[in-house]
C-alpha cells in the first residue's frame, strides 16, 4: 500500500532516517537525498535497513573516523565488492532464518547496497551483475554523478561526451570524453529477473512509490539516481534540483522502469527540451562550447536521447500487454 501524505510528512520530520546530520559532503551534493529518500520509505514500510557502500564521495564523507553519519547496520567496502558483500548479508540472513536461529525471526530486513558510477559502472559491474543473477533479494542504488568525483574528477563509463574532466579534457586535439555514456540501466534490465528503475530527488514521489516497489519485488532490485556533483558539474549548491529537473525535461534522464523486461514510463513527456539547455547551465561544459566543434559534441548527444526517448516509447508499447513472470 503506497504511503499517504501524513506519513511522508512524519517521515521528513525525521531528520535521521539512517545517515545522520554533520556528514562532509558538499553543500548542495544530492547523494545524502537519494540515500535518505531510500532508507526513510524502508523504515516507513516497517523495514530496518542493513546498508553496504562501495568506496567513493558518500563513503569518505560519511564515515570520516572515529566519526560516522550512519546510524543503521552498515559495512564499508571497497570500490568493487558491495553487491557481493550485501549479497552474502542477505544470503547469511536467509540462513539463520532456516535454521531457527534469528534474535527477533519477526523483524524484516531490507538490505541496500549504495555505489557511486564509478563503483557500479566500471570497477563494480562484474560483482554487481554476478549478484543480480543468483536472484539475491537486494536492493543497490547507484548515485549517478558521471565521474570519479572523490578522486577529483576522472572520467567514468558515466561520463557524457564534451564534459572536462581531468583524464579526458577538453583541448586542442579532443573534445574531452569521445565514447557515450554507458547505459548501466538497459545492462541491469536484461539480467531478465530483476526490478531496474531511474529516480531523481527532485520527483520524489516517484522515487518512494518506487523504492516501495523494490522493497515488495520478490528478487533483485537496481536503482539509479541521477545524483548532481555541484562542485565539479560548476554548478552552484542550490541547483542540483533545478539541474535534475531540465535533465528530466530534456530526455536525459528519463524517468521509467523495467520490471522482469515490461517497461513504462513514470514521466511522461508531450515534447523534449533541446538538449542544449541541459549543457549550457553547467560549467563543465564550457569549455566544449567554445570550441569549433561545440555543436557537433551537442548534436551527437541530441541524437543519442532522441533515439533513446524513441526506444522507450517502442518498449514500453511492445511491452505493455506482456505479463509480468
Not at 63 to 73: G, Q
Not at 231 to 247: C, E, Y
Not at 284 to 298: E, N, S, T
Amino acid at each position: 500500500m503506497a504511503l499517504n501524505i501524513m506519513q511522508l510528512a512524519t517521515l521528513f520530520a525525521d531528520k535521521n532516517p539512517g545517515i545522520t546530520q554533520g556528514h562532509r559532503l558538499c553543500p548542495g551534493c544530492a547523494a545524502p537525498n537519494v540515500v535518505k529518500f531510500a532508507l526513510m520509505i524502508a523504515k516507513a514500510k516497517g523495514f530496518e535497513p542493513v546498508v553496504g557502500l562501495a568506496t567513493g564521495c558518500l563513503e569518505v564523507s560519511t564515515t570520516i573516523y572515529p566519526y560516522s553519519a550512519w546510524n543503521v547496520p552498515y559495512i564499508h567496502n571497497a570500490f568493487e565488492n558491495v553487491a557481493a558483500t550485501i549479497s552474502g548479508v542477505e544470503t547469511a540472513y536467509r540462513a539463520l532464518a532456516r535454521r531457527g536461529r534469528l534474535v527477533d525471526p519477526d523483524k524484516k530486513y531490507a538490505f541496500f547496497a549504495f555505489g557511486g558510477d564509478g563503483g557500479t559502472y566500471d570497477i563494480g559491474l562484474q560483482s554487481l551483475s554476478g549478484a543480480i543473477e543468483r536472484g539475491h533479494k537486494f536492493i543497490y542504488i547507484v548515485y549517478d554523478n558521471e565521474g570519479y568525483m572523490n578522486t577529483g574528477n576522472q572520467r567514468s563509463g558515466s561520463t557524457p561526451p564534451g564534459s572536462q574532466t581531468t583524464t579526458a579534457p577538453v583541448g586542442k586535439k579532443l573534445s574531452g570524453k569521445v565514447q557515450i555514456k554507458k547505459n548501466i540501466v538497459e545492462i541491469m534490465a536484461g539480467h531478465e529477473n530483476v526490478y531496474v528503475a531511474t529516480v531523481s530527488t527532485s520527483e520524489p514521489m516517484d522515487f518512494f512509490k518506487k523504492i516501495e516497489k523494490a522493497l515488495e519485488f520478490d528478487g533483485p532490485s537496481f536503482i539509479a539516481a541521477f545524483s548532481p556533483c555541484v562542485r565539479f558539474w560548476r554548478v552552484g549548491d542550490d541547483k542540483a534540483v533545478d539541474i535534475s529537473k531540465l535533465a528530466i525535461e530534456t530526455g536525459y534522464w528519463p524517468l521509467y522502469e523495467v520490471e522482469r523486461g515490461v517497461y513504462r514510463i513514470t514521466k511522461r513527456l508531450k515534447e523534449l527540451k533541446p538538449v542544449r539547455q541541459f549543457i549550457e547551465a553547467q560549467g563543465r561544459f564550457k569549455p566544449l562550447l567554445k570550441k569549433a566543434d561545440a555543436d557537433d559534441i551537442v548534436n551527437e548527444i541530441q541524437e543519442y536521447v532522441t533515439s533513446r526517448w524513441e526506444r522507450l516509447l517502442a518498449l514500453e508499447e511492445a511491452t505493455k500487454d506482456k505479463p509480468i513472470r
